[in-house]
């Protein structure tokens, strides 16, 4: 079930007396926790009917003994187990899914990683109430959500503006709508958000940033990429170097993907390496300046540059020297 509908539901009262929520993104499953906390108890009776346990700090018979307690002058009781992930004795709970008691909710927050569905208790969860799995939104779907994700906002949001904030904050759901909520408050409603936008906004430059630096690399542009280094060396907040390395090294794998992908069509070159449509003439124009021989080694050399920027093998350059060295060789 889609995470919208659940709240929807809840906010209109309808609750189930399990929560199974799972899954490596963890945003969704704070939100949906959230929610529940926010409308299942009245807060004048929360110090008596809500209990919040933490898996380090949990043992299953207290916690089943939570769940089974009658509510206090009031119509129902919630429990939540957070970090159930760290819980060593989750499957112990087994017998109140089972018999889930009319007079709670409980609510089990399973994050950073997907529950085995093979085993019986989540199955029992899904029988008796509610499983939702929280997925991590992978990186080649990150622009399409951030376009749908500020439409629904009431926005229009420019490709090269999404990509500034998928390269700048990665998958990180919870700092995207962060940042963007941040946007509500400046932008007016019914406005593209553009890449002036976001560097006036939220201070990812437009012209010195990941996105930019992998144009430079694509074009293979020693001036703008020597800028954009020089921008990072004097500002090492915009451009840490542990994650250039690692978009840089992702583009290779996109790049060698493309040269061995079959059907050479455009909308399918851009399903089949990952990228938004839009960029895919910067991953041809790409290609034919880098085979497959030069990205090979182009990735050996990113390894390389990934070990030495953690110290080992340099004990005297910079992230600036360093990064500086790596662009001109990987250019070369």
């Not at 899904?126 to 926005?155: C, H, P």
């Not at 400046?186 to 992998?214: A, C, P, R």
């Not at 895919?280 to 080694?297: D, L, N, V």
Request: with cysteine.
């Amino acid at each position: 079930m889609d995470h919208k509908l659940i709240i929807k539901n809840i906010k209109q009262k309808q609750f189930e007396k399990i929560y199974f929520l799972h899954g490596e993104e963890p945003y969704f499953i704070d939100l949906i926790c959230d929610s529940i906390i926010e409308n299942a108890i009245d807060e004048s009776e929360r110090d008596f009917n809500q209990t919040i346990i933490y898996g380090k700090d949990c043992e299953a018979a207290s916690l089943i003994a939570e769940v089974k307690a009658y509510p206090m002058m009031g119509e129902r009781r919630l429990v939540v187990l957070k970090e159930a992930q760290e819980f060593k004795d989750i499957e112990l709970l087994e017998p109140i899914i089972e018999n889930p008691v009319d007079t709670s909710i409980f609510v089990i927050c399973y994050k950073h990683k997907k529950f085995d569905t093979r085993k019986k208790i989540i199955k029992t969860a899904a029988q008796k109430g509610l499983v939702f799995l929280s997925e991590k939104i992978r990186d080649y779907k990150i622009v399409d959500w951030i376009t749908n994700y500020a439409r629904e906002m009431g926005y229009q949001i420019a490709p090269k503006a999404s990509m500034l904030l998928s390269e700048f904050l990665g998958t990180d759901i919870g700092k995207i709508i962060n940042e963007l909520e941040k946007l509500e408050i400046l932008v007016e409603k019914g406005t593209t958000i553009n890449e002036v936008h976001i560097e006036e906004n939220i201070g990812i430059s437009k012209d010195y940033n990941f996105f930019e630096l992998s144009n430079a690399f694509a074009e293979r542009d020693f001036l703008k990429s020597g800028k954009i280094v020089d921008y990072f060396d004097k500002n090492p907040k915009a451009g840490p170097i542990i994650p250039i390395i690692a978009n840089l090294f992702s583009y290779h794998l996109k790049l060698m993907r493309l040269h061995f992908a079959k059907d050479k069509s455009p909308a399918s070159l851009a399903s089949t390496i990952g990228v938004a449509p839009f960029l895919m003439t910067q991953y041809t124009r790409a290609a034919k300046i880098y085979p497959p021989k030069k990205i090979a080694e182009n990735i050996a050399i990113l390894q390389e540059y990934d070990l030495k920027s953690k110290g080992m093998g340099n004990s005297t350059m910079t992230h600036g020297a360093l990064l500086k060295e790596l662009m001109f060789r990987l250019m070369n």
